[in-house]
């Protein structure tokens, strides 16, 4: 897998909360196929990782949200958490950041709870996404067909459930950002966001 993915540039989406392996392994899987990633967060400065209920680590944030420019980015990595999505889908900056990818085909991963933000982002309807099971009502609710499976890919959209699904989930994420743009989701997304 080494090299698969050199020259790309993927940007981790969080806000304080995120759930910390689901950043941590997908970034070390993404940088050791090659990929340059950086954290991109509402707020500069540090962000609190945890582990469930407890907290974690902190990290650097690379880039603020209000100065990280989504079309320097080759893809999008969501992680999930209780707090983190719910922080970044009542953030309009970040959904409008989330939004561009779609709106260019470009791909993008969200593992548990981050398919909160896909939701609010406007961008999933008529998706097949799996997420936390705890918010299969939401996505059906939002037009997309929720299915209970460790990844799910749809045309350029990964998705997981949880953390014990992060094997899986890097897989595929690696594989479709490896693929790059993908034709067909700016036409769904564009709809969806005029609706």
């Known amino acids: 897998m080494p090299g698969k993915l050199n020259g790309k540039k993927v940007a981790i989406l969080v806000a304080d909360g995120f759930e910390q392996m689901e950043m941590t392994k997908p970034r070390a899987a993404l940088q050791e196929a090659g990929a340059e990633t950086k954290i991109v967060s509402p707020k500069p400065g540090k962000i609190q990782g945890m582990h469930h209920a407890d907290k974690g680590d902190t990290f650097d944030v ?3 949200l209000d100065a990280a420019k989504p079309e ?5 990595l969501i992680p999930g958490g209780l707090m983190n999505p719910d922080a970044l889908r009542s953030n309009e900056e970040a959904l409008e950041f989330v939004r561009h990818f779609f709106r260019e085909g470009k791909p993008v991963a969200a593992i548990c709870h981050g398919p909160w933000v896909l939701i609010d982002a406007g961008v999933i309807r008529g998706r097949t996404v799996t997420s936390w099971p705890a918010i299969k009502t939401d996505v059906r609710n939002a037009g997309a067909n929720w299915v209970d499976r460790e990844v799910v890919v749809d045309n350029g959209l990964v998705t997981s459930r949880k953390p014990d699904d992060i094997p899986a989930f ?4 690696i594989e479709e950002f490896c693929e790059g743009r ?5 036409g769904t997304a564009s709809s969806e966001l005029e609706t």
């Open 170 to 173: 890097n897989e595929k994420m």
């Open 62 to 64: 690379d880039l603020a």
């Open 72 to 76: 320097r980015f080759d893809a999008l």
């Open 182 to 186: 993908h034709h067909g989701t700016s």
